[in-house]
């Protein structure tokens, strides 16, 4: 069974930063695309940074171009959200979720359970 688990969120003043991690068991997410989005409360789901299954490609929101960055760790079942310059609209849970390589929700099979980010003004 596939299970993805993202550790790393927490409570963070605006201007600073977190790194969120996805952490992937039943299957290799080196094969896989893996996105992150987002759900702020009373808001819709939204997406915020996908990565392919090489790495060799990347594609972000425009809210948070140039401030976040998503990688794969050295481990294969491992990718990253760098989160820098954290502006209080970042407040959401934040999943990750593997699939086809895209930013729409619909193309990802698995999903994590979420992590909350708070970002105080």
């Known amino acids: 069974q596939v299970q993805l688990v993202e550790p790393g969120g927490g409570l963070v003043q605006a201007g600073g930063s977190l790194v969120l991690s996805c952490a992937a068991s039943g299957c290799t997410v080196s094969t896989y695309g893996v996105g992150w989005f987002r759900q702020a409360a009373g808001k819709d789901r939204e997406f915020v940074a996908a990565i392919s299954w090489s790495g060799g490609s990347t594609t972000y929101a425009d809210s948070v171009k140039g401030r976040f960055t998503v990688s794969r760790g050295n481990a294969k079942n491992t990718v990253y959200l760098q989160m820098n310059n954290l502006e209080p609209d970042d407040t959401a849970v934040y999943y990750c979720?593997?699939?086809?390589?895209?930013?729409?929700?619909?193309?990802?099979?698995?999903w994590g359970q979420g992590t909350q980010v708070t970002v105080s003004s």
């Open positions: 979720a593997s699939g086809r390589y895209s930013t729409t929700p619909e193309r990802y099979d698995y």
